[in-house]
């Protein structure tokens, strides 16, 4: 199964992104959807998860400003980007989680100029 994660790009301080994250093909047996980034020099860390519960969890730095949502039966999961700073510009990666493995897409950049 491949993750193709999209909508990263430039984008002024700010400015808002919608990122997307699809399948390759279904995935069953979901346990929860999220975004990482991981900025030059740093590691990579966690944006925003979503459980079957729906709910979503965010990073404290992102708190107000992300919002995750996501299909399970459609394998989509989306991060709504508003109100981006320079420090979100990262390499942001969709991840899925099932009972018995993870699966990672390949990032897409997002890059937040002051």
């Known amino acids: 199964v491949q993750l193709q994660a999209s909508g990263g790009g430039l984008v002024q301080a700010g400015g808002s992104l919608r990122l997307s994250c699809t399948t390759s093909r279904r995935i069953f047996n979901i346990n929860a959807m999220g975004w990482y980034r991981q900025a030059p020099g740093k590691q990579r860390e966690l944006v925003a998860i979503?459980?079957?519960?729906?709910?979503?969890n965010y990073a404290d730095s992102v708190k107000g400003r992300f919002t995750i949502s996501g299909d399970n039966a459609k394998n989509t999961v989306y991060l709504q980007m508003n109100s981006l700073k320079p420090d979100d510009t990262a390499v942001y990666y969709c991840?899925?989680?099932?009972?018995?493995?993870?699966?990672w897409g390949k990032g897409t950049l997002v890059t937040v100029s002051s």
């Open positions: 991840k899925i989680t099932t009972i018995v493995a993870d699966y």
């Open positions: 979503i459980t079957n519960g729906g709910n979503g």
